[in-house]
């Protein structure tokens, strides 16, 4: 008689314990979703702000101001499995979603997948960083993939909505390699793409003028040469391809001369932007493997640039990408860290106020 009184309180304590380890620790159908984080925020306390976007993982944020709106065009991490290595393997993301707010502080949208990698039909793996543009009627997302050779080529693809989906060109941009695509419009309708990333970036590959396959995984060879240069070239006025010769972005120190591959915190490595402020040109950029944020001025779009410093120091991560945005008289950082995940290859994106100093400067930020 016991056993049988027994038998309903077992079964009542099995669907409890059930229950509360589902909710506690996440059934397993609730994790098939790679690219979704399925915690919460742990920890809030430390960091400057707070992620944008809590649902998936997010990275390398570029930020435009189309028809008033913030848009933002993010890499989208997923955990595929890959050991984490220097060529940056485990970065293996395969889509893009888009986001909108109408003001920093507001709500956040995400508009869904605006290019996946199977839908671009030169591309092999490893859809990196990417960028957008506005012009003639049209919106542009520029980004690096390997092509199926496991080179890096850096394609566009078109919509006429800033929100997508946007629809790949058949071929990559003649001429074009490497990672970290920035498109920057100046007052006179000229556009620039600045171009190129070390080591995982492959740009060491092509310091010959061609793509050496076996050739440095680094860059850190001749540490007493100049360093390798972000790349320019001025665009076509169809936005789709490269108007004349890819260009080496000159950095040089406060006494012309330029920075060496041995100096670690202040040459360029990847993550470029460019914004203008008081006629002036900001190149800005990621040191990599020292994980600042660097700025240099210059008078033109396409350089020589002055290095002036430090503007952020390094995020929680291996390293950081960002953009910078004005509206409305206020200027933004977008970047990313390691907040929700505390793995370096799953980054959340954030925003922060950026502000010029009375000389010209920017104010240096603890994220």
Same mark, same amino acid.
């Given at each position: ?26 059934? !397993? ?88 990698? !199977? ?160 006629? !002036? ?84 930020? !603890?994220?």
């Amino acid at each position: 008689m016991s056993n049988l009184n027994e038998a309903p309180q077992r079964l009542l304590f099995a669907i409890t314990v059930v229950i509360f380890s589902c909710s506690t620790f996440g059934c !397993k159908n609730a994790n098939k979703k790679e690219a979704k984080v399925n915690k919460p925020v742990v920890q809030t306390k430390g960091f400057l702000s707070q992620p944008l976007v809590t649902d998936i993982y997010t990275a390398d944020p570029s930020a435009h101001i189309f028809n008033g709106k913030i848009y933002i065009y993010p890499s989208h991490d997923i955990d595929a499995g890959i050991p984490e290595n220097d060529n940056g393997d485990h970065f293996d993301m395969r889509d893009y979603h888009i986001f909108s707010m109408d003001s920093v502080g507001g709500k956040i949208t995400d508009h869904g997948v605006g290019l996946d990698i !199977k839908d671009i039909p030169w591309a092999g793996r490893q859809l990196w960083a990417p960028d957008a543009a506005f012009k003639n009627g049209s919106y542009y997302l520029y980004f690096p993939v390997k092509d199926k050779k496991d080179v890096f080529r850096i394609g566009v693809a078109t919509s006429k909505s800033p929100a997508g989906p946007f629809k790949a060109e058949a071929e990559p941009i003649k001429g074009s390699y490497s990672i970290d695509p920035a498109v920057f419009t100046d007052g006179n309708g000229d556009s620039y793409m600045y171009f190129g990333g070390i080591w995982g970036g492959q740009l060491q590959r092509w310091a010959s003028g061609s793509y050496e396959a076996n050739g440095s995984k680094t860059d850190l060879q001749d540490p007493n040469k100049p360093a390798l240069s972000c790349k320019v070239a001025k665009m076509t006025k169809d936005m789709l391809g490269f108007d004349g010769p890819v260009k080496d972005v000159i950095i040089v120190d406060s006494n012309g001369k330029q920075l060496l591959t041995s100096d670690h915190d202040r040459r360029f490595f990847e993550g470029s932007w460019m914004h203008k402020y008081n006629g !002036k040109y900001y190149f800005s950029y990621s040191t990599g493997d020292t994980h600042f944020l660097a700025y240099a001025v210059g008078d033109s779009p396409m350089g020589p640039f002055t290095y002036k410093g430090v503007f952020m120091e390094p995020v929680q991560g291996w390293t950081t990408h960002h953009s910078i945005v004005e509206q409305k008289g206020k200027w933004y950082i977008f970047y990313h860290d390691t907040q929700l995940s505390g793995k370096t290859h799953l980054r959340n994106i954030k925003v922060t106020e950026i502000k010029h100093t009375v000389d010209g400067g920017l104010e240096l930020i !603890k994220p």
